[in-house]
């Protein structure tokens, strides 16, 4: 088991409020859209992703970790905030529900794109889209109508997100998800927190 590939992703975490405002955010919606429409996220399941890197070979896992740290080199802790909602593609054919975020967006772009670019090398492609971040509330489901799908967005379109909640960004996450039937789980592999200070040696 140890030798196993394991499905791995570069994130930053969400502190409890955080993820306690999102869920408020999702218990409001729920009142809204019919249950079948959609499958929520579990709120301690979201996360701003980073990078995707699929299945990685656990021999891989060192060379991983000190690219991140050459990553998060030259960047402060920055704050962040919960602000805004949307769907993807569009609110006319909504997809994926989301919240948006707020705060020290250059910051978090600037960082995005150095893990990027230090993460390249290993063999991981840089994304050809571009980083849209934002946090998942839900995905609509097969068993969604077209009426149902039609009215989601009209309904994510309408409400607001009014509460900023703020929190500050000091470390970068490499996660483990593992994939279950009741959705997925996620663990922590390595932390590497943000260092104003270049390496030496």
Not at 33 to 42: H, M
Not at 92 to 100: D, E, H, I, K, S
Not at 171 to 184: E, F, Q, T
Request: proline share 6%.
């Amino acid at each position: 088991m140890m030798n196993e590939s394991r499905r791995l992703f570069i994130a930053i975490e969400l502190p409890p409020d955080i993820l306690k405002t999102i869920a408020r955010v999702q218990a409001d919606l729920k009142q809204a859209i019919p249950d079948r429409a959609v499958r929520w996220t579990r709120p301690e399941g979201i996360h701003l992703t980073l990078k995707f890197l699929g299945d990685v070979h656990p021999s891989r896992l060192d060379a991983i970790k000190a690219a991140l740290r050459q990553a998060v080199t030259g960047h402060a802790p920055f704050e962040l905030s919960i602000h805004g909602s949307g769907c993807f593609p569009d609110f006319a054919r909504p997809r994926v529900l989301w919240v948006g975020l707020a705060g020290e967006m250059e910051s978090l772009h600037a960082l995005q794109t150095d893990v990027e670019s230090s993460i390249a090398p290993l063999g991981f492609p840089t994304e050809e889209r571009g980083f849209n971040p934002h946090l998942t509330l839900a995905r609509t489901s097969q068993q969604a109508s077209r009426e149902d799908i039609a009215q989601i967005g009209k309904i994510v379109q309408a409400y607001s997100v009014r509460q900023l909640v703020a929190w500050q960004v000091k470390s970068i996450y490499l996660m483990h998800s593992r994939l279950k039937p009741d959705g997925a789980q996620y663990t922590q592999v390595a932390e590497v927190a943000l260092s104003e200070q270049p390496l030496t040696g």
